[in-house]
């Protein structure tokens, strides 16, 4: 993934901020959900440590999804749009031309 450098107004950056944290809390929200699941079923060793495998890579992927730099948000909301985490509706507010890419991207 390539930054792109493009500049992002006061309100810009106010609605980037919103959605990014609106997307994260629902993230982590299924995710400890689904932890919770997963950790009631534990029934021996070995569903103990594959829970534990599955959080570490749970954690390094979201860890590396989450990247609040502005040269890298357009790749970011692409992402999270495509994932349903974010709706492009929530994205209202930025550029239209960061829009359109951002819709392009996530249809890919």
Do not use: P
């Not at 500049?7 to 995710?31: C, P």
């Not at 989450?66 to 930025?94: C, M, N, P």
């Amino acid at each position: 993934m390539q930054a792109i450098d493009t500049e992002w107004s006061k309100t810009e950056q106010e609605v980037a901020k919103e959605a990014f944290d609106k997307a994260y809390e629902r993230e982590i929200t299924a995710l400890m959900a689904l932890v919770q699941e997963k950790a009631v079923a534990i029934a021996q060793l070995d569903d103990m440590w594959n829970l534990h495998d599955f959080l570490s890579a749970k954690r390094h992927d979201i860890d590396g999804k989450y990247d609040y730099r502005y040269s890298f948000l357009i790749f970011v909301f692409a992402r999270l749009v495509k994932e349903e985490w974010l709706h492009i509706t929530e994205l209202e507010g930025l550029a239209q031309e960061k829009l359109a890419k951002i819709a392009a991207l996530s249809r890919m």
